[in-house]
């Protein structure tokens, strides 16, 4: 039977080999009853077009060039899309997955973070999506919460993610 891990399933899963995660802040505060809030290490523009094809062989990831934080730590953002990386490193257990939504606060100032599946055996510290629709813009600083991470216990191990973003930004 697949089910939500509870704050008690992830304290335990963190003191596991490997730990679930790692590179976390503070962890009492990004502890939530039904997650883990994962917080902004970097930001970036996108510099050219991608293609994903048939073949991973044909795909090409669109270039980014990192954005610089003001020295208080925030940068503004103007409405449109911004790559986004994240503090903490996930290392899930071939019978975890996990799924991300963005905090209520960045949807309550039009602004959302879309993410993909972190599939069982994943390890690495990920990418994702960031949409500002705020037609004023949004100011963002580094190192805040943007998304909260939910665990899935699934009905039994998988062979394991093996793609090529495995160990990634590590």
């Known amino acids: 039977m697949s089910s939500v891990l509870s704050k008690n399933d992830i304290k335990m899963l963190l003191n596991g080999n490997p730990p679930l995660l790692e590179g ?5 505060e990004q502890l939530q009853p039904n997650g883990v809030d994962f ?5 970036c523009s996108l510099q050219s077009a991608g293609r994903i094809a048939v073949s991973n062989k044909e795909r090409v990831v669109s270039k980014q060039s990192a954005l ?6 925030f940068i503004h953002l103007t409405p449109g ?5 994240y503090n903490e490193i996930v290392n899930l257990p071939k019978n975890v997955m996990a799924l991300a939504t963005p905090r209520s606060s960045l949807l309550r100032c039009g602004v959302t973070v879309n993410t993909a ?6 390890s690495g510290r990920s990418e994702s999506l960031l949409v500002v629709y705020n037609p004023l813009g949004f100011d963002l600083q580094k190192d805040a919460r943007i998304v909260q991470l939910v665990f899935f216990r699934m009905s039994g191990d998988t062979e394991g993610y093996n793609g090529i973003y495995q160990h990634e930004n590590i």
């Open 117 to 122: 599946v972190w599939d069982a055996g994943y």
């Open 24 to 28: 976390y802040l503070n962890l009492e």
């Open 68 to 73: 610089t934080f003001d020295e208080k730590g």
């Open 39 to 43: 917080t902004l290490r970097g930001i």
């Open 81 to 85: 899309i911004y790559g986004i990386t």
